[in-house]
Each structure stands twice: as C-alpha cells, then as structure tokens.
C-alpha cells in the first residue's frame, strides 16, 4: 500500500463532516498541483466513486473568489442534507455558466481549487490538504502551463490570490502537507495544536511530522 492509498483510507475512516459526506479540501496557490495530486488521490479509493469539485466551476472572470454564495447554496446546503448537489459550472471560454451538473452525496468528496479551504467552508471540511509548494515557484509553473497568452490573466490572478490569502488563509488551518516528490507524493501531518497557528501561507514551512 502506497502512501496515497493509506491517505484514502485514513480520509475514508473518518467522520462524516457535512451530512453523510467527508468533504475534504485540497488547497494551495494556483499551479501546486492541486488537479493532478486530486485526481490521483480520488483514484486511490480503488472501485470507489470519489467525485471532485473543481473550484474553477464555481468561480468566474468577475469574482475569481466570490463564490462562496453559490458554493454554499449549490454544494453544502443539499450535501449537508444527504441530497446529491447541482451546481452550474462556468465556461471560462465563452464566459457564461452552463446547465447543471450533478454532484452526489459520497462518502467521500474533493473540493480542489485555491480557497477550499477558506473560513466559509471548514465547519464542512474533514480535513483540508495543502499543497506545500511556494507561491512565486507555483505561479511560474501555472504561466508555463497557460503560455503568453494568458499572462495578462495571471496578473490579475496572482494580485487577487494575494489579497483572499492575505484576508482568508488556508495553509495555517491545513491537517496534512502535500510535497509533491519526482516520484509520487511526500504527505507530513501537522503536529496537534499547530495548525490554527498564524503564520504565513507562503513560507517554506517544513512539516512537523511525518505521515
């Protein structure tokens, strides 16, 4: 058993934290690797139907962190109540939202995306999950990825990221650190009682203790 499937099993033995779900965040600055690292972990639960949220459905050009409304309404107010969620994904190409798409109540959820783990959110959270990587070497990833013709929108991000953080941080409220290895993942806990410390969320802050 690999370090990602004894994190699926650990997350699975948890208690319920939104209704019948444990909804766990997967945060971290924008190019940390959050999609493949969660994409990789909800297939860690074998056979299992892990869905994945992916917080850039919620969010749009005009409010890049607003959609804590719709995540709330949409996502954990049916989960909360054992129901399957529906929510209406934006188009970040023709700018608009599409018809909703369903999101059931499983035993486990992941919700990926900068912010999942923002103070709106952890009263539902199992646990939050950060992606341990620096943001300047995390934003130089994501404009690589996106090329040129994006960097005017990386510009923007990068600001507004600055600012949700700087008001709402998500790192000092993180249950595990995930480093990602040339080779799978490097998971560390955080030691009891530091988690809701106030530090900076773009230190190289090193784990506390080992997985």
Not at 53 to 61: Q, V
Not at 88 to 97: K, T
Not at 134 to 157: H, K, N
Request: hydrophobic share 40%.
């Amino acid at each position: 058993m690999d370090d990602l499937d004894r994190l699926a099993a650990r997350l699975r033995a948890l208690a319920p934290s939104c209704g019948p779900v444990r909804l766990i965040a997967v945060d971290g600055h924008a190019g940390s690797g959050k999609s493949t690292f969660s994409a990789r972990l909800a297939a860690a639960f074998g056979g299992e139907d892990v869905p994945v949220l992916h917080l850039d459905d919620l969010a749009t050009h005009e409010e890049l962190f607003a959609w804590t409304g719709r995540m709330l309404e949409e996502v954990i107010a049916p989960l909360s109540r054992g129901r399957s969620a529906s929510f209406h994904p934006y188009d970040w190409n023709l700018r608009r939202f599409l018809p909703a798409r369903p999101l059931p109540a499983a035993p486990v959820v992941l919700v990926e995306g900068v912010g999942a783990g923002r103070r709106a959110l952890r009263p539902y959270l199992a646990r939050i999950l950060w992606m341990d990587r620096a943001a300047e070497e995390s934003w130089s990833r994501g404009r690589r990825r996106d090329g040129r013709g994006l960097s005017d929108f990386w510009d923007g991000w990068t600001a507004a990221e600055m600012r949700h953080f700087a008001a709402d941080p998500s790192r000092p409220y993180a249950d595990i650190l995930v480093r990602e290895c040339p080779e799978g993942y490097e998971l560390s806990t955080v030691a009891t009682g530091t988690a809701q410390s106030d530090r900076s969320i773009t230190e190289g802050d090193r784990p506390t203790q080992a997985y």
